[in-house]
Antibody, heavy 115, light 108 residues
Framework: QVQLQQWGAGLLKPSETLSLTCAVH????????WTWIRQSPGKGLEWIGE???????NYNPSLKSRATMSLDTSKAQFSLKLTSVTAADTAVYYC?????????WGQGTLVIVSS | EIVLTQSPGTLSLSPGERATLSCRTS???????LAWYQQKPGQAPRVLIY???NRAPGIPDRFSGSGSGTDFTLTVSRLEPEDFAVYYC?????????FGQGTKLEIK
């Protein structure tokens, strides 16, 4: 049973950098892409991007190069950094395994951007 | 970017009834790359259907998916109380991998 556990700072000020990490427990880390998705309050789902075991990345252009993903294969962890956050970046952020479709998912982290 | 449009926005039905949810894509996609997710309040989404018509492990057979090209459908044959939730479709064949805006299935 693969489980994803995520963590990171939940309250940021405008212009700061969001930083989240997701640990993968069980299963293969190298056979999949690893993804970040966010969901603004009361809104739908937005795909942020993905990273593979070699460090190859693919981002949503809507984030205008503010997002950077990385991974630590030895720890089976992957991370997201999002620079220059604004109130529009307030959302629940999820990590997920991507074997085509998404699943399983992490538990979600609410990130609030407020001065 | 492929835009996914779901309809209706809200569907009000009673337990035991049949639910039909629609997802239309802005351009033709391979049915191999269309998934449906269910999300309940306070929870992460979970996949129900992948490849347009394949049930994910552990998903009851009252959930079925169909469609091709630009029109896809999720059907719940007989609604159970636990099925009332928000449903999203997603295409994962083309980057960025986009979601529909969701259909809320509520108890009538």
């Amino acid at each position: 049973q693969v489980q994803l556990q995520q963590w990171g700072a939940g309250l940021l000020k405008p212009s700061e950098t969001l930083s989240l990490t997701c640990a993968v427990h069980g299963g293969s880390f190298t056979a999949y892409y690893w993804t970040w998705i966010r969901q603004s309050p009361g809104k739908g789902l937005e795909w942020i991007g993905e990273i593979n075991h070699s460090g190859g990345t693919n981002y949503n252009p809507s984030l205008k190069s503010r997002a950077t993903m990385s991974l630590d294969t030895s720890k089976a962890q992957f991370s997201l950094k999002l620079t220059s956050v604004t109130a529009a970046d307030t959302a629940v952020y999820y990590c997920a395994r991507a074997g085509g479709f998404l699943g399983p998912w992490g538990q979600g982290t609410l990130v609030i951007v407020s001065s | 970017e492929i835009v996914l449009t779901q309809s209706p926005g809200t569907l009000s039905l009673s337990p035991g009834e049949r639910a039909t949810l629609s997802c239309r894509t802005s351009q033709t996609i391979s049915s191999r790359f269309l998934a449906w997710y269910q999300q309940k309040p306070g929870q992460a989404p979970r996949v129900l259907i992948y490849g347009a018509s394949n049930r994910a492990p552990g998903i009851p057979d009252r959930f079925s998916g169909s469609g091709s090209g630009t029109d896809f459908t999720l059907t719940v044959s007989r609604l159970e109380p636990e099925d009332f939730a928000v449903y999203y479709c997603q295409q994962y064949g083309s980057s960025p991998k986009t979601f529909g805006q969701g259909t809320k299935l509520e108890i009538k």
